[in-house]
């Protein structure tokens, strides 16, 4: 009797520890990477640093959660200063008319083996509802700061036309892959 | 490989080509509007780079619809200078430097959202040299209204300087848009050489000034050209003013003309072309 009791308040305070807990993102370790063809030659890869966010998970009610992602878009890299440079001008990502990128979701549904996240997409001024597949999620205890963490990467292709962006199309790929990769902690 | 997509096909054929077609089509039967070709060859140039849209708002769709916006103010202009019976406004008030004027606040507007940013005296100092060479360039080229050969030469020339140096920038893009402009006021020097064009329309001078200071400033704001580059720039509608013989003809005038302008050009490309340099092309 005593052993069942004690299971049972272990697994209610294990689940208490992730249900609608609110984990703030870590910039140092989450950042939307991006894929675009370059001239049908290649595919042209960069990253985006975060500056912020906080997402929740909720594994007793319904498997859901939420999540809200802020991104630098001047931070952008693709190893290249002056690419990086063109990238930031108003032909692409147009940084100083548009300093704000985010990620923010409606919907969250998370399974076995991953999840998806309905939600919007700002990117240069525009507001456009993007789908996020889940590939992979892990919740622990930090092994350095010991903190209940969690992190998840998804993916997802957006057209860059849809939010403004038509300088160089065709030519310049349309279509963009996006990895976002998130951690948090509480 | 599509024709249509090649920058030089984009923002040196097509807008030439239908600038010079509209201008000789004009010209015959409505003179007056014959210069505003060179700003429909501007638009179906930039169209074909597919960056003709209207949202989401930023400068370059701006930058478009203040440019219409100078085609109507110019034709006032127009009227109020071409009748002497108005004489009674022009002595309240200098119908070209309202032009100027609207010419600076459409600048400073303009810029004024990413440039309150920045804050404290970057903007300031910013802000104060936008409305400096904004002033600068519609002052000089307004003036030239009454000498066509040098009037064309320098917008061409200073737009083309500004295109190069602003895709040598960072942004190529506001770069094609200024050697579009170029192009098609080419069309117009072009066809001025070989008709009796005795003056060019407020409407067209006003609009191509507004667009050469507002892609020259977002080239400094938006790109990374420098005031430096703009103030070499500001020469080219200066130099365009070294006396010429009169009796030369007009092929001749705008021959000499043509190269002192893209002299003082070069400087500015020279110096936009080093500052490029110090990082390898990616390409």
Request: aromatic share 8%; hydrophobic share 50%; charged share 10%.
């Amino acid at each position: 009797m005593k052993k069942i009791s004690f299971y049972i308040l272990s697994t209610a305070l294990l689940s208490s520890a992730y249900a609608a807990d609110t984990y703030t993102v870590d910039p140092g370790h989450t950042y939307a990477h991006f894929a675009v063809s370059h001239l049908g030659f290649s595919t042209m890869r960069g990253r985006i640093d975060s500056t912020g966010g906080s997402f929740t998970i909720d594994t007793i009610d319904g498997n859901s959660g939420s999540v809200s992602v802020k991104l630098d878009p001047a931070s952008v890299d693709t190893g290249h200063d002056k690419r990086d440079d063109h990238l930031r001008s108003p032909d692409f990502l147009n940084v100083v008319e548009f300093p704000d990128m985010s990620y923010a979701s409606t919907s969250v549904t998370l399974t076995a083996d991953g999840g998806s996240v309905e939600g919007n997409l700002t990117m240069m001024g525009k507001t456009l509802p993007v789908s996020l597949d889940i590939t992979a999620m892990k919740c622990g205890e930090h092994p350095f700061s010991k903190k209940p963490t969690c992190g998840f990467d998804a993916t997802t292709t957006i057209k860059r036309s849809s939010f403004g962006s038509q300088y160089g199309l065709p030519a310049i790929g349309d279509d963009m892959q996006l990895w976002i990769e998130v951690e948090g902690s509480r | 490989m599509n024709l249509l997509n090649l920058p030089e096909i984009q923002s040196g054929l097509i807008p030439f080509v239908s600038s010079l077609i509209l201008a000789l089509v004009l010209h015959s039967r409505w003179p007056q509007w014959s210069a505003l070709s060179a700003l429909a060859g501007f638009y179906i140039g930039a169209a074909s780079m597919g960056v003709l849209d209207l949202t989401p708002t930023r400068s370059a769709n701006r930058i478009f619809l203040l440019g219409l916006g100078f085609v109507a103010l110019g034709s006032i202009v127009d009227i109020i200078t071409n009748r002497s019976s108005n004489s009674s406004i022009r002595q309240v008030c200098n119908p070209i430097g309202l032009v100027i004027l609207a010419i600076v606040i459409s600048v400073a507007w303009l810029i004024y959202s990413p440039l309150s940013r920045q804050g404290g005296m970057e903007m300031v100092g910013s802000l104060l040299s936008a409305i400096a060479w904004s002033a600068l360039i519609a002052a000089g080229l307004l003036t030239l209204d009454r000498q066509p050969i040098r009037a064309y030469t320098a917008i061409t020339f200073l737009a083309l300087a500004i295109g190069i140096c602003t895709a040598l920038g960072a942004s190529i893009l506001l770069g094609q848009l200024a050697i579009g402009l170029s192009a098609s006021c080419g069309a117009l020097l072009l066809l001025a050489c070989f008709t009796n064009v005795q003056r060019v329309p407020l409407k067209f001078i006003a609009v191509a000034a507004f667009l050469c200071a507002a892609i020259g400033v977002a080239g400094v704001i938006f790109a990374k050209v420098t005031w430096l580059t703009l103030l070499l720039l500001a020469g080219v509608p200066l130099i365009v003013r070294l006396p010429l013989p009169v009796a030369w003809p007009r092929l001749a005038q705008a021959s000499v003309v043509s190269l002192f302008a893209a002299l003082a050009g070069s400087a500015a490309v020279s110096l936009a072309l080093w500052q490029s340099a110090q990082s390898t092309s990616y390409y």
